[in-house]
């Protein structure tokens, strides 16, 4: 019985994940598409590689480069890494080089939109950290050099990170060689920019709210974090150290809505709590794996 009353979930949770990746990847499309090929802009990656490529094979175009690039990859990391090779990788690198290649023969860029290279950057940079933070978020990629990443943990002990980043480093700097200082220079900037992007939605993303509810009134308190919010609390009973009355202690974490509707809730059932609210990234446990 519990095994059926689980496979609704399970396919709901797998319908919304598709749809995560399918929102994401739509995102870096954009920014790739958009704003990245048309100015030349190479912040490493499968797609920095690619626009370098079309600069000295001009008759090929960077969404045809970077299908045939990840497509290969694809192989490799399938022949290498076997069963262990995630669908999620493979769904949204086939999704991103697919529409990269329709758009390049439905929506032709003949050159950047603006004449801004500035505010170009900004959303070549943004979109596709964001893209990424959003697959990043529920265990998938987008495949490219994190397959040779994924190949390189397998079968050594190299720092992965530092790896990749060296890699995009080179990539990067071959813009300046390809399509001049300018470029090259803008293509650098892209790079710390992406790096740090990446962090900071991935970061923004998993934020919840601790409360730590000292009150002389938890019933209600109680009853409303696990009915009408679905969360669960402890409770630790304590006393005042000046007043030496009875106190009770409540632990719990909320996403930043519930936030400010237990705020508000406990202001009116009890003006005299204390509260101490705090932000916190990372949480491990029922009702927390994964995406909330």
């Not at 399509?179 to 920019?193: E, P, R």
């Not at 019933?219 to 669960?232: A, D, F, Q, W």
């Amino acid at each position: 019985m519990k095994d059926k009353a689980a496979a609704p979930e399970r396919r709901g949770n797998t319908a919304r994940e598709f749809l995560m990746m399918t929102f994401g990847t739509l995102i870096m499309v954009a920014g790739i598409y958009f704003f990245k090929y048309p100015n030349n802009f190479s912040t490493g990656g499968v797609s920095g590689l690619s626009v370098i490529m079309a600069h000295y094979f001009p008759g090929i175009t960077p969404g045809t480069f970077g299908l045939v690039i990840n497509a290969l990859l694809l192989v490799l990391g399938y022949l290498t890494l076997g069963h262990s090779f995630g669908y999620k990788t493979v769904y949204v690198t086939l999704l991103q080089s697919g529409l990269i290649w329709v758009l390049e023969r439905v929506l032709p860029m003949d050159g950047p939109m603006t004449d801004e290279p500035m505010l170009e950057l900004i959303f070549a940079v943004s979109l596709p950290a964001v893209g990424s933070a959003i697959l990043f978020n529920i265990g998938a990629s987008s495949g490219g050099t994190d397959i040779i990443a994924m190949i390189v943990k397998k079968h050594s002990a190299l720092d992965i990170g530092k790896a990749l980043m060296l890699s995009d480093l080179v990539i990067t700097l071959m813009a300046c060689v390809a399509f001049g200082m300018k470029t090259g220079l803008y293509s650098v900037l892209g790079l710390a920019i992406k790096s740090l992007m990446v962090d900071m939605v991935l970061e923004n993303i998993h934020i919840h709210k601790c409360f730590h509810i000292v009150t002389s009134h938890p019933e209600k308190i109680e009853h409303y974090i696990t009915e009408h919010l679905n969360r669960s609390a402890t409770r630790v009973h304590g006393e005042g150290i000046y007043t030496d009355e009875p106190r009770t202690l409540l632990l719990t974490v909320v996403n930043r809505r519930q936030a400010v509707e237990l705020r508000r809730y406990i202001r009116t059932v009890d003006p005299t709590a204390f509260l101490l609210i705090t932000n916190t990234g990372e949480i491990i446990g029922k009702g927390f794996s994964g995406t909330d």
